[in-house]
């Protein structure tokens, strides 16, 4: 498999975990009020990804990317508040935490590379 078919594969696992994970949240708990966010983030990021597969450039290559990243880092921090206001068990709050942060790791590496094999001018 391709890095590339790699990485959709992740992203999508990703969003299907937080899909999960949020319609697992109680009405009436903090984190029910959270789910929301989590969902339109986590879910987010293989949709920028996937957008960013099909760029037109390499700055809207760099662009989308960027909006990727910014994705998996917010899905980290509604995934954080989940798990130290006790709305998700510890275990499974991590274990996705992990996941966000193992892929914005890539994603910050994608563009870094994308930017510097970019023409000087």
Request: aromatic share 4%.
């Amino acid at each position: 498999m391709s890095a590339k078919a790699e990485l959709k594969d992740r992203t999508r696992r990703f969003g299907l975990e937080v899909l999960r994970l949020a319609s697992e949240l109680r009405p009436g708990t903090c984190g029910h009020l959270l789910q929301r966010q989590l969902v339109r983030a986590g879910t987010g990021v293989g949709a920028n990804y996937r957008a960013s597969c099909r760029a037109k450039s390499r700055a809207d290559f760099i662009a989308k990317m960027t909006t990727t990243e910014e994705e998996a880092d917010e899905a980290s921090y509604w995934l954080e508040l989940l798990i130290e206001s006790g709305s998700v068990s510890k275990t499974r709050g991590v274990a996705l935490l992990d996941e966000a942060g193992q892929l914005t790791a890539i994603i910050v590496a994608s563009i870094k590379t994308a930017k510097s094999n970019a023409p000087k001018g």
